[in-house]
């Protein structure tokens, strides 16, 4: 009885020991898709894009287990309107009004960028978001979108054996844009 009692005093002191979720801190909302053709869900914050301007960015995150970042989908200039939005080649530190993208895979605990994606762009891909909800006055947005991304073969890769193309379909996302 008394090693219970001294158990039943241990264990919440052990619970007490836990990581702080960090996942939680700046994201609010989540985006779903299927990414390569497998059900795919990630983390979302959403900011006014800077320093152009130009509308709002998105910040799509998947952390392992051990709160370790392990993916990024970086979608930028996204327009403060209810439509449909070409994503484009364009690099994030151009100035322009043009919607654009990139994903990263990363390794070590989750500071160590692994492999770029670019957006791929042809005739037969369809890369896309739309925002299907805004509100101005509470900053939620939802919406959907569609993307393929191609490796950057010129930047030396981590895993040689990694897929050259990632896809996201049928991708959908709900957030609310931090002021």
């Known amino acids: 009885m008394r090693y219970l009692v001294t158990l039943l005093l241990i264990l919440p002191l052990l619970q007490g020991c836990k990581p702080d979720p960090i996942l939680l ?15 795919w869900r990630a983390l979302i ?3 006014p894009s ?42 994030a530190h151009t100035d322009s009004v043009i919607t654009g993208a990139f994903y990263a895979t990363v ?15 042809a005739v037969d891909f369809d890369n896309y978001i739309t925002v299907t909800h805004y509100n101005e006055h509470t900053g939620e947005v939802s919406g959907e ?17 990694a897929v050259d193309t990632i896809r996201f379909e049928h991708g959908k996302f709900t957030t609310v844009i931090r002021k």
Do not use: C, M
């Open 45 to 47: 914050r959403a900011v």
């Open 107 to 121: 390794q070590e605990d989750g500071d160590v960028i692994d492999n770029i994606y670019h957006v791929f762009n």
């Open 145 to 161: 979108f569609q993307l393929t991304t191609i490796i950057d073969l010129s930047r030396p890769q981590h895993y040689p054996n």
């Open 25 to 39: 801190q700046g994201y609010k909302g989540e985006v779903t898709a299927v990414k390569n053709g497998r059900p």
């Open 50 to 91: 800077e320093p152009y301007g130009y509308g709002f960015d998105i910040n799509v995150d998947v952390y392992n287990e051990y709160q370790f970042l392990r993916e990024s989908l970086f979608i930028f200039r996204i327009p403060y309107k209810n439509q449909w939005n070409i994503i484009d080649t364009i690099d």
